[in-house]
Protein backbone atom coordinates (compact mmCIF):
# COMPACT_ATOMS: atom_id res chain seq x y z
CA UNK A 1 0.00 0.00 0.00
CA UNK A 2 1.66 2.99 -0.63
CA UNK A 3 1.68 6.14 1.12
CA UNK A 4 2.30 9.91 0.55
CA UNK A 5 2.91 12.92 2.76
CA UNK A 6 3.11 16.12 1.55
CA UNK A 7 4.86 18.96 2.82
CA UNK A 8 6.86 22.27 1.42
CA UNK A 9 3.22 24.54 0.90
CA UNK A 10 3.04 27.99 1.83
CA UNK A 11 2.97 31.53 0.97
CA UNK A 12 5.00 33.73 -1.59
CA UNK A 13 4.78 36.87 -3.51
CA UNK A 14 4.35 36.69 -7.17
CA UNK A 15 7.50 36.07 -8.94
CA UNK A 16 8.78 34.21 -5.90
CA UNK A 17 9.65 30.47 -5.49
CA UNK A 18 8.49 27.03 -3.72
CA UNK A 19 9.15 23.63 -3.37
CA UNK A 20 7.07 21.72 -2.69
CA UNK A 21 7.97 17.43 -1.35
CA UNK A 22 6.17 14.22 -1.93
CA UNK A 23 7.36 11.44 0.93
CA UNK A 24 6.45 7.94 -1.06
CA UNK A 25 6.23 4.82 0.72
CA UNK A 26 5.65 2.16 -1.56
CA UNK A 27 6.39 1.12 -5.04
CA UNK A 28 5.04 3.30 -7.91
CA UNK A 29 5.10 3.70 -10.98
CA UNK A 30 4.12 7.18 -11.67
CA UNK A 31 3.74 10.20 -9.74
CA UNK A 32 1.47 13.41 -10.28
CA UNK A 33 0.87 16.56 -8.85
CA UNK A 34 -2.69 17.96 -8.68
CA UNK A 35 -3.94 21.06 -7.95
CA UNK A 36 -7.40 22.38 -7.04
CA UNK A 37 -8.28 26.34 -6.47
CA UNK A 38 -11.85 26.83 -4.91
CA UNK A 39 -14.48 25.67 -7.00
CA UNK A 40 -12.67 24.85 -9.61
CA UNK A 41 -11.90 21.06 -10.26
CA UNK A 42 -8.64 19.45 -9.96
CA UNK A 43 -6.32 19.48 -12.65
CA UNK A 44 -3.14 17.53 -13.24
CA UNK A 45 -0.09 20.20 -12.87
CA UNK A 46 3.09 17.93 -13.61
CA UNK A 47 3.65 14.04 -13.56
CA UNK A 48 6.83 11.83 -13.94
CA UNK A 49 6.93 7.69 -14.89
CA UNK A 50 8.89 6.85 -12.09
CA UNK A 51 13.14 6.08 -12.18
CA UNK A 52 12.55 7.84 -15.78
CA UNK A 53 13.39 11.13 -16.85
CA UNK A 54 9.51 11.40 -18.91
CA UNK A 55 7.42 13.79 -17.69
CA UNK A 56 4.62 15.85 -18.26
CA UNK A 57 3.02 19.56 -17.55
CA UNK A 58 0.10 21.15 -17.99
CA UNK A 59 0.65 24.40 -20.49
CA UNK A 60 0.02 26.93 -17.35
CA UNK A 61 3.15 26.23 -16.01
CA UNK A 62 5.33 24.58 -18.67
CA UNK A 63 8.69 26.56 -18.21
CA UNK A 64 7.80 27.40 -14.54
CA UNK A 65 7.24 24.33 -12.43
CA UNK A 66 9.70 21.31 -12.42
CA UNK A 67 9.16 17.74 -10.83
CA UNK A 68 11.88 15.63 -10.25
CA UNK A 69 12.26 12.74 -8.10
CA UNK A 70 15.05 11.76 -5.53
CA UNK A 71 15.17 7.56 -5.48
CA UNK A 72 17.33 7.89 -2.26
CA UNK A 73 15.11 9.48 -0.24
CA UNK A 74 11.85 8.33 -2.08
CA UNK A 75 10.80 11.72 -2.41
CA UNK A 76 9.02 13.67 -5.72
CA UNK A 77 9.48 17.39 -5.84
CA UNK A 78 7.51 20.08 -7.46
CA UNK A 79 9.72 23.18 -7.83
CA UNK A 80 7.70 26.44 -8.61
CA UNK A 81 9.07 29.13 -9.85
CA UNK A 82 8.09 32.68 -11.37
CA UNK A 83 4.87 32.13 -9.34
CA UNK A 84 1.37 34.08 -10.15
CA UNK A 85 -1.76 34.68 -8.04
CA UNK A 86 -3.50 32.11 -10.55
CA UNK A 87 -1.21 29.33 -9.07
CA UNK A 88 -3.22 29.65 -5.98
CA UNK A 89 -4.60 25.99 -4.68
CA UNK A 90 -4.38 23.57 -2.78
CA UNK A 91 -2.11 21.15 -4.27
CA UNK A 92 -1.98 17.07 -3.89
CA UNK A 93 0.52 14.06 -4.18
CA UNK A 94 -0.68 11.67 -6.55
CA UNK A 95 0.83 7.82 -6.89
CA UNK A 96 -0.19 4.92 -8.98
CA UNK A 97 1.13 1.56 -9.31
CA UNK A 98 -0.51 0.29 -12.35
CA UNK A 99 0.02 1.48 -16.12
CA UNK A 100 0.14 5.03 -16.13
CA UNK A 101 0.36 6.75 -20.02
CA UNK A 102 -1.19 9.90 -19.03
CA UNK A 103 0.44 11.17 -15.96
CA UNK A 104 -1.80 14.38 -15.79
CA UNK A 105 -5.11 12.43 -15.30
CA UNK A 106 -6.64 12.01 -11.69
CA UNK A 107 -7.96 8.76 -13.23
CA UNK A 108 -4.46 7.55 -13.70
CA UNK A 109 -4.04 7.73 -9.70
CA UNK A 110 -5.21 5.61 -6.69
CA UNK A 111 -3.43 7.37 -4.00
CA UNK A 112 -3.46 10.68 -2.90
CA UNK A 113 -1.98 13.25 -0.54
CA UNK A 114 -3.51 15.09 1.87
CA UNK A 115 -2.95 18.49 0.34
CA UNK A 116 -0.74 21.31 1.18
CA UNK A 117 -1.88 25.29 0.19
CA UNK A 118 0.05 27.39 -1.99
CA UNK A 119 -1.31 30.96 -1.80
CA UNK A 120 0.48 33.73 -4.39
CA UNK A 121 -0.02 37.67 -3.32
CA UNK A 122 0.06 40.19 -6.30
Known amino acids: QVQLVESGGGSAQA ?7 CAVSGLTSCMGWFRQAPGKEREGVAGIRTG ?14 TISQDNAKNTVYLQMNS ?7 MYYCAATNRFCPLVL ?16 SS
Open 52 to 65: TSNTDYADSVKGRF
Open 15 to 21: GGSLRLS
Open 83 to 89: LKPEDSA
Open 105 to 120: RRFTYDTWGQGTQVTV
